[in-house]
């Protein structure tokens, strides 16, 4: 269900949070369209970092695999990625769809390794509200009295139990089988 | 023709070993076990398991995936050793998958160590389709 304890601004602090932690930055020069790779410098051992922050910040966990490795699993060997590591134009449209936004530069034959320069704060914010959106109607004591503290963390103010959100991987398959089911992209 | 996949990569050991004690699950996460075995009976195991990292990530590069948060295809690229001690990849799961799609069919890896830094170089070869 869709969530009103923790506010997408919420979500957009927290991350600007992790990533200045992350990259010994100062928070004010992180804005929500600053891409990680283009304009702040992280590299790959900085993009886990800021995920697993991010990961305690709201007790969720993020998806483990990317969307196009699901695509490829999901509707077949060669639906997202062609044989020379280029996106395929249905990929495209599914990226699209996805991040909500437009994606300049990116179109069917773009290299695959072109998309993590893409990555934002607000892109990563998104991420992590569409996982906390999955917040179940009850607890599994069968109370329905989510709570929350600090604006971030989601628990049960009946047992104590944090909540149990659905993570990134399923969430992606879900996202991936109902688009699919509306727009017959494959 | 031969096409040839390269990647190289460097990692600061100290700030391997820095985000290994913040995130409890992050040694296992991202390396298999044996790597685990391996790197931790030596004397400096964060030096190892960054140079571990580099190699995943230049066979990531070689590859042309992207790292962009916590992938499970960190686990699934394995550095293991020949009895020599050279040491070798093994591919599985979505690697593996992207390796053949690629025509992949030699791969080599280096790694060497100095002071604070870990780096690796990865070839992966195929023909070209």
């Known amino acids: 269900m869709t969530q009103d304890f923790v506010t997408g601004e919420k979500v957009v602090d927290a991350v600007k949070d992790a990533v200045a932690e992350t990259l010994s930055i100062e928070k004010d020069t992180i804005k929500p369209e600053s891409s990680l790779i283009n304009d702040l410098d992280a590299e790959s051992l900085d993009f886990l970092d800021i995920n697993y922050r991010i990961e305690q910040t709201f007790g969720i966990k993020m998806a483990?695999?990317?969307?196009?490795?699901?695509i490829e699993e999901m509707f077949g060997e060669g639906s997202a990625i062609d044989e020379d590591?280029?996106?395929?134009?249905?990929?495209?449209?599914?990226?699209?769809?996805?991040?909500?936004?437009?994606?300049?530069?990116i179109t069917a034959g773009t290299d695959m390794d072109d998309i993590p320069a893409h990555i934002t704060v607000q892109s990563i914010a998104n991420g992590v509200m569409d996982i906390l959106d999955t917040l179940p109607e009850k607890c599994s004591c069968g109370a329905s009295a989510w709570a929350s503290d600090d604006g971030a963390k989601v628990k049960c103010s009946s047992c104590g139990e944090p909540a149990a959100f659905t993570n990134g991987d399923d969430l992606s398959q879900e996202w991936l089988r109902k688009v699919q089911e509306e727009k017959k992209i494959f | 023709m031969i096409k040839i996949h390269q990647g190289v990569d460097m990692v600061n050991t100290s700030k391997l070993r820095d985000i290994c004690m913040r995130h409890e699950?992050?040694?296992?996460?991202?390396?298999?076990?044996?790597?685990?075995?391996?790197?931790?009976?030596k004397?400096?195991?964060?030096?190892?398991?960054?140079?571990?990292?580099?190699?995943?990530?230049?066979?990531?590069?070689?590859?042309?995936?992207?790292?962009?948060?916590?992938?499970?295809?960190?686990q699934e690229?394995?550095?293991?050793?020949?009895?020599?001690?050279?040491?070798?990849?093994?591919?599985?799961?979505?690697?593996?998958?992207?390796?053949?799609?690629?025509?992949?069919?030699?791969?080599?890896?280096?790694?060497?160590?100095?002071?604070?830094?870990?780096?690796?170089?990865?070839?992966?070869?195929?023909?070209?389709?």
Not at chain 1, 91 to 103: C, D, N, P, S, T
Not at chain 2, 25 to 39: A, K, L, M, P
Not at chain 2, 81 to 96: M, N, V
Request: positive net charge.
């Open chain 2, 77 to 129: 690229i394995e550095v293991l050793h020949s009895p020599s001690g050279k040491p070798e990849l093994q591919l599985k799961g979505w690697a593996r998958k992207l390796a053949t799609k690629f025509g992949i069919t030699g791969r080599t890896v280096s790694i060497s160590h100095s002071g604070d830094y870990a780096v690796s170089t990865v070839i992966l070869t195929g023909e070209k389709r």
């Open chain 1, 85 to 105: 590591g280029k996106l395929t134009e249905k990929a495209v449209e599914l990226l699209k769809i996805r991040l909500g936004e437009e994606l300049p530069g």
């Open chain 2, 25 to 41: 699950g992050f040694v296992s996460e991202i390396f298999t076990e044996r790597e685990r075995e391996y790197c931790m009976l």
């Open chain 1, 64 to 70: 483990r695999h990317f969307i196009l490795e699901h």
């Open chain 2, 43 to 74: 004397k400096n195991p964060y030096q190892h398991l960054a140079g571990r990292f580099a190699a995943k990530e230049a066979c990531l590069k070689a590859l042309g995936w992207g790292l962009q948060g916590i992938d499970s295809i960190m």
